[in-house]
């Protein structure tokens, strides 16, 4: 395995927060980055040593990335598996376009949980009015999503009845999608992993998620935080879907926890997530560092979290909390508070549900992480309590 030392260029497909995360672990590591998105003004491409200011599937402009960089990752799943495929010919490339692939489609997504052993959801595949007329009645309630494209809840539906169904799926024009079948929900978490090439696995703790409307909300990441069965659970899944893949690179995987204690696997992000940025600050190796590494074939030491921590999502809607004109919220009566550590995006305008930044909470305990969050979301006007 070849190992890319700092000096080298690290390219990245895409240029929104989680790219500009990836640039910022990169320049603090020694390397070079090139980033490539179409947005002339994204925020990982205003921070880059390189901005190639492009489409995603521009040849001229992949082969500019590929001549850059030795060697390329992804910021986000909807990149065009295609373009990763094409930039592999030349540059390793990780994770790899046929990984990158199966996440981008909910069906093959189910699959390959299935061939790993890990439980979902009871579901049905949609993909024409003959799938749709066969839908087993005992799936509804359920929620209708598509089989690609959909994230932080978009493309997303609840159905209550066969009528609800067939309107919904007509609605959306009959694309391909699944049927869940809703079940009784006690919380959400998710585990982030990091394999090499060489097949070492790392792994964060699990981690406990609120979702609002779609969007994540809180993570919580504490002692307290879920069962330990539960936690080991999730983590040995993970580990397992990754692992069915001979990943490279950083991967989530979400999971629902029932009322009835059992785990279910909702989705996985090929790539660094939201509910994994309070590593940040908590641990001593973020899951920016290690998507460096697994991308520049450096050891991937266990990470270590050395203090409780919740990670608060700031989006845009923050900053109309009174309503008309935008008003910048108030960071410095945050920023007073202990443990406190601001991370905003760069975005240079905010708009109601575009995510803005994060605000990581940090303590030696888990009262004092929780006191501490509960304050400063009253001070951002953010909803309380933050858990349910």
Not at 296 to 314: V, Y
Request: with cysteine.
């Amino acid at each position: 395995m070849t190992v890319i030392l700092p000096g080298a260029t690290l390219g990245v497909m895409g240029g929104g927060q989680l790219g500009r995360m990836f640039v910022h672990a990169a320049q603090q590591m020694g390397y070079f980055t090139a980033v490539l998105d179409p947005d002339a003004d994204s925020p990982a491409g205003r921070v880059s040593h390189h901005h190639i200011h492009t489409d995603y599937t521009d040849v001229d402009g992949l082969a500019r990335l590929a001549g850059l960089s030795d060697a390329i990752t992804t910021e986000f799943e909807n990149v065009p598996a295609p373009s990763l495929e094409n930039l592999a010919f030349t540059r390793p490339v990780s994770p790899a376009a046929d990984a990158v692939a199966i996440a981008q489609d909910r069906i093959r997504e189910k699959g390959h949980f299935a061939r790993c052993g890990v439980e979902c959801a009871p579901y049905a595949v949609i993909e024409t009015a003959e799938h749709l007329a066969a839908v087993p009645q005992n799936l509804l309630p359920g929620i209708l999503k598509t089989a690609r494209l959909g994230y932080d809840g978009k493309g997303q539906q609840r159905v209550a009845t066969r009528a609800e169904l067939e309107a919904a799926w007509r609605g959306i024009g009959g694309v391909p999608c699944v049927l869940e079948k809703l079940l009784p929900l006690d919380f959400e978490c998710s585990v982030i992993v990091a394999r090499g090439e060489d097949g070492q696995m790392v792994h964060y703790p699990a981690q406990r998620n609120l979702h609002r409307d779609g969007i994540l909300a809180v993570t919580e990441v504490h002692a307290d935080d879920m069962p330990q069965e539960t936690a080991r659970r999730a983590v040995s899944a993970a580990r397992s879907i990754a692992e069915g893949l001979s990943y490279v690179g950083v991967l989530c995987v979400e999971f629902f926890v029932l009322a009835d204690g059992r785990l279910v696997v909702n989705e996985m992000a090929p790539r660094p997530h939201n509910s994994g940025h309070w590593t940040i600050d908590a641990c001593d190796v973020s899951q920016f560092e290690l998507q460096v590494r697994t991308l520049a074939g450096l050891p991937l030491n266990p990470p270590r979290q050395h203090s409780a921590a919740i990670m608060l999502n700031l989006l845009g809607d923050l900053w109309f909390v009174d309503g008309g004109e935008a008003v910048e919220p108030r960071w410095a009566d945050v920023l007073a508070l202990p443990g406190t550590h601001l991370h905003l995006y760069g975005k240079t305008e905010a708009r109601r549900g575009r995510k803005m930044g994060h605000l990581n909470i940090t303590a030696d305990s888990i009262d004092a992480v929780r006191s501490t969050a509960d304050f400063a979301a009253a001070v951002l006007g953010l909803p309380i309590p933050l858990s349910e």
